[in-house]
């Protein structure tokens, strides 16, 4: 039995259906191999009756804790909230769907004392239960968001991972408001580890994370954590500069030495005109992109809003025996 001092951090948004079955796996993994652990469940303004269930078994269980925010903030805000308030020496983040095995936890835990690493970050080998498109974009996204990165980013990783103190204590220190974590987390250093697993299905109940959500997540990703876009940019506009130079050359070639064979009509104008519009659109949407990061970080916002705790202290308890 492990003796750290170890905090789960679950965030949830109406997980009703799903919630029971979570709170029942994760007790049994950490009261048969812990003997002190928190599991700090992060409710993300729940719509449904997720928070009242999670009152209900924090009333009969004072290793389950509740953070409630006053809205959905998002699970980002509900992931750095829990690393901000845990008290674990590690801490494991782990969404409440259960297509992360909790079962996985002492073996994390193990890993990280074998090799005396900070992060131990889970691989997914397979991803059970979805779609042929998700798996897809999900592939070209961790690689995308991988050659952008100023820091080699681990493929195929979520936000299952163990992290401990030190590197709790780095994270708490960044001051950005929207954050991408596995990137933040990959940031900081520190020794970082594998460890691969098999990916399942939702237990139950569906997806908090449809299209829209999964494309705010990358444009976040993409231009909030890495400034490559602007430079990307700045040679695209280079590009469109040179091609405009080499078209001019041609067009006077035309008409100095072969005069016959120039085309009059609109269509190489159009076709000019497209190319420099989208140019330049792409380019400004990018800045404004940009702009509205450092708007947001001006504003200085909190990243979330608790509404309510439950069971929340500081002091560690000790798992009961099975």
């Not at 999900?138 to 681990?154: G, H, W």
């Not at 989208?278 to 990061?293: A, D, F």
Request: proline share 5%; glycine share 6%; aromatic share 10%.
């Amino acid at each position: 039995m492990y003796t750290t001092y170890t905090s789960v951090i679950i965030p949830c948004y109406n997980e009703q259906e799903v919630i029971r079955e979570s709170y029942r796996r994760l007790t049994h993994v950490m009261r048969v191999n812990f003997e002190a652990y928190e599991l700090l469940f992060i409710n993300d303004g729940s719509k449904d009756k997720t928070l009242s269930i999670l009152q209900e078994l924090a009333q009969q269980d004072p290793h389950l804790k509740v953070l409630s925010f006053s809205r959905n903030f998002g699970h980002q805000p509900a992931v750095s909230a829990g690393i901000s308030q845990c008290a674990g020496d590690v801490a494991i983040i782990i969404d409440a769907d259960l297509q992360d095995p909790p079962e996985l936890i002492p073996d994390m835990v193990r890993l990280y004392q074998d090799k005396n690493c900070n992060v131990v970050y889970a691989v997914r080998k397979n991803r059970q239960g979805e779609t042929t498109f998700k798996k897809l974009t999900a592939k070209l996204f961790y690689r995308t968001i991988d050659y952008l990165s100023e820091v080699s980013l681990p493929l195929d990783t979520g936000d299952f991972r163990l992290i401990d103190r030190k590197v709790i204590n780095a994270f708490n220190q960044l001051p950005e408001r929207n954050k991408y974590i596995r990137g933040l987390i990959s940031w900081v250093g520190f020794r970082q580890e594998p460890i691969s697993y098999e990916r399942n299905e939702r237990f139950a109940g569906e997806t908090k994370y449809p299209l829209r959500k999964m494309l705010r997540f990358a444009r976040t990703s993409l231009l909030y954590f890495s400034n490559k876009p602007l430079r990307i940019a700045s040679s695209l506009g280079v590009a469109a500069v040179v091609i405009g130079l080499l078209l001019s050359l041609w067009v006077l070639y035309v008409m100095v030495f072969k005069p016959s064979e120039l085309v009059h009509g609109w269509s190489s104008t159009l076709i000019i005109v497209v190319f420099f519009g989208g140019v330049q659109m792409m380019t400004i949407g990018i800045l404004g992109e940009y702009l509205s990061s450092i708007f947001n970080e001006i504003k200085g916002r909190p990243e979330f809003i608790i509404d309510d705790t439950v069971n929340i202290s500081s002091k560690p308890l000790v798992s009961e025996p099975t």
